[in-house]
């Protein structure tokens, strides 16, 4: 049985028996959010039904015309994707449809935008497709951002086409090509040799000498730790931006206008305009009166940037969601969870695995709250 790996934390395995007593324990347990979108979760009574499901999925493995498989997350199963329906022609065609489902307590952190799209490519690369299919009701916000993001055309909106608790749903049909596949995987090829390592490693090397005496808040971390955390998260979803260098870059040296004696001159002099632009954009004006007037202003100056600065934004308060600081009031913590929001709204459109990764954030922050 075949475990693909999509990063250090996440792969895909082969849907097996040994897997039956989990699947159903997340079906059980997501039943009524399921229940919304899917039709099966009405008829999956026990674990028997799904060791059902099982059996028939690897039959219609072994025959080249369905792969299923577990997503395991941190070494634990939390859902379910596969590419169905390959063993019949359409038109002359080979096609498949994409079908999934995440437990809910996982949602918001890019999962499923990173197994879909290994499923894409195993459907074009491994099984020689010519189009993949993604079928959802029209009020499953999720699962059509999923599709937009990966690169779907929505084809259709098919009326009454989903029956679920007695009621018909609206359906949207969204299509993926090989040749539209071909021209994504090119680009992002292409994208990532853009990319000038050496002008990476430059801009570390200046955020590590300028942040050196600087550490986190209360703590013996070097402050180039945050930076780092940045970093990654820009680097997760480089391969969808057009021009990733910049980002990664930015990401960088966020803070390096606004924590050091570093200035916009400095930094259009090493990196050139567009970072010095990005940077500057990125760093708050202190002398306005409040915090809240300082981000406002910083969010209106990000959006005449490109999206690229938008993710930075969105990465710098994503990777601060964490433990706050012990002396932190509620107030505080709850003020910090309300400006996450604000900029969930002003730039979550720059990137939606990003954004689903923030609101994830930000909705797992109440605990924090509630501690106080």
């Not at 979108?37 to 059996?55: A, G, H, M, P």
């Not at 792969?67 to 590419?83: F, P, Q, R, S, T």
């Not at 937009?148 to 909106?157: A, D, P, R, V």
């Not at 090119?186 to 005496?213: C, G, L």
Request: with cysteine.
């Amino acid at each position: 049985m075949f475990k693909l790996k999509i990063d250090e934390k996440l792969h895909l395995e082969l849907t097996a028996m040994h897997h039956a007593d989990r699947l159903f324990e997340l079906v059980k347990k997501n039943s009524e959010l399921f229940s919304h979108w899917l039709v099966w979760v009405e008829s999956t009574k026990t674990v028997d039904d799904t060791r059902t499901f099982i059996q028939s999925a690897m039959n219609k493995y072994a025959k080249h015309q369905e792969v299923n498989c577990v997503i395991v997350y941190e070494g634990c199963v939390v859902g379910d994707i596969a590419l169905l329906g390959m063993g019949r022609k359409h038109n002359g065609t080979r096609q498949g449809e994409l079908g999934y489902w995440l437990d809910g307590d996982y949602h918001g952190k890019g999962i499923m935008h990173r197994c879909a799209k290994k499923m894409i490519e195993i459907g074009f690369n491994y099984y020689d497709l010519d189009k993949i299919r993604l079928r959802c009701a029209v009020e499953n916000n999720r699962s059509c951002n999923v599709a937009q993001m990966l690169g779907f055309t929505l084809e259709g909106h098919i009326r009454d086409d989903i029956l679920i608790n007695g009621k018909m749903l609206d359906a949207n049909l969204y299509g993926f090509l090989r040749e539209e596949f071909e021209i994504k995987f090119d680009t992002e090829r292409r994208q990532y040799m853009s990319i000038n390592q050496d002008n990476i490693t430059k801009a570390w090397f200046f955020a590590s000498r300028v942040h050196k005496e600087q550490f986190y808040p209360g703590e013996k971390l070097p402050y180039i730790t945050h930076i780092g955390n940045v970093m990654m998260e820009v680097m997760a979803v480089s391969s969808e931006l057009e021009n990733p260098e910049l980002a990664i870059i930015c990401a960088i040296l966020h803070d390096t206008i606004e924590d050091t004696p570093t200035t916009y001159a400095d930094i259009k002099k090493e990196f050139g305009k567009a970072v010095a632009d990005g940077v500057m954009a990125l760093t708050k004006n202190e002398t306005l009166e409040t915090k809240r007037e300082q981000m406002l202003d910083s969010l209106e100056r990000i959006i005449k940037q490109p999206k690229e600065v938008w993710l930075v934004k969105v990465a710098d308060r994503t990777a601060n969601l964490g433990e706050p600081p012990h002396y932190w009031t509620f107030e505080k913590v709850k003020s910090y969870q309300d400006e996450a929001r604000i900029i969930l709204d002003y730039l979550g459109r720059a990137n939606e695995p990003m954004a689903e990764r923030l609101r994830g954030k930000i909705e797992d922050y109440e605990k924090f709250l509630d501690k106080i």
